[in-house]
């Protein structure tokens, strides 16, 4: 499923990165390297479009950092040869509040009891916490005054910090890539993308996404082809703000399985088509409302991706 040829992609995602230095005649690449496998990746085609000493790179990391995100990101930087420059932001967002509502406190409890409370959560209003966050958004909040309370309370300033943290993080890059007289770009992925699992304007919304055309599963191609270590490719993907919990725990399904479905509705097949292919309705429910409620998250202004991973795409070997 969602089979890319990998090494076709990696060298239009190069020679994109290239032509954009040359085009807009800038230094050096700058980017954000969290660690995570599409920073990794992204930042490993960047190396090999312009060179090691062309790229800058940075690992912004807070209090509230997983503690082996630092150990990744230099893991990577090492791996590639390049320096990694580490900033903590944790003073700075501690002076804005960040830390300040007693919600940021409880999100310190050990991982075990804030997956307890993510699963009782999705128990009780069937639904997950991302789901609501993005309705809220929305303004598709509901009735429900549990919930509404809830999300008044304990989701609204737990979303406010995530907010304050990325676009803090992408000022901070403008910044260094203004002074490198640099282009930023951003490992943003087509998954997360239609999930909504980033913060608008924040570092993960850049303008120049070169794999945003990517279901997260294909990104995952490209780091075996790439020949990554070993600790990065088979890392859990992290938000990295609230420890011990994953991006999968928080969005409610599996990348793999997002992804499946994503691309059964990329291509049009009808709700008894997907639900032959042994998707539950569930699932299937529960991703177009992610897609649909998230539909607010998508209008900054972003260029086209130089490929992508849709079915019909020259790039899909599966199709």
């Given at each position: ?274 639900l032959a292919r042994g998707i539950t309705k569930q699932e299937l429910t529960n991703t177009r409302d ?30």
């Open positions: 499923m969602l089979e890319i040829d990998a090494a076709r992609a990696a060298t239009a995602i190069e020679q994109y990165i290239s032509d954009l230095c040359d085009e807009r005649n800038k230094h050096c690449v700058v980017m954000g390297l969290s660690g995570g496998i599409d920073s990794a990746v992204l930042i490993t085609l960047a190396v090999r479009a312009v060179g090691a000493d062309r790229v800058k790179a940075y690992f912004l990391k807070d209090r509230d950092s997983e503690s082996d995100s630092e150990v990744k990101a230099r893991t990577m930087a090492d791996w590639l040869g390049i320096e990694l420059q580490v900033r903590d932001i944790s003073q700075v967002m501690g002076q804005k509040g960040v830390y300040a509502p007693l919600i940021m406190r409880i999100s310190r409890l050990g991982a075990p009891t804030k997956r307890f409370l993510l699963w009782l959560y999705q128990v009780v209003f069937r639904e997950t916490a991302h789901l609501t966050t993005i309705k809220g958004g929305s303004g598709h909040l509901g009735r429900n005054p549990l919930k509404r309370l809830i999300y008044r309370f304990c989701i609204t300033p737990l979303v406010k910090s995530f907010n304050i943290r990325h676009i803090f993080r992408r000022k901070l890059i403008e910044k260094e890539a203004e002074r490198y007289d640099g282009i930023i770009i951003g490992a943003a992925n087509r998954t997360e993308e239609q999930a909504g699992w980033f913060v608008k304007k924040g570092i993960d919304d850049m303008p120049l996404q070169p794999m945003a055309g990517l279901y997260k599963t294909q990104v995952w191609q490209l780091s075996e082809f790439l020949g990554l270590p070993q600790t990065i490719r088979e890392q859990l993907p992290s938000p990295d703000m609230v420890k011990g919990v994953t991006s999968e725990m928080s969005i409610g399904i599996t990348y793999r399985r997002l992804d499946e479905i994503l691309d059964y509705i990329d291509r049009g097949f009808t709700e008894e088509a997907i992610i897609q649909f409620y998230s539909a607010w998250m998508r209008d900054s202004p972003h260029e086209i991706p130089p490929m992508n991973g849709l079915a019909g795409s020259p790039y899909r070997t599966d199709t």
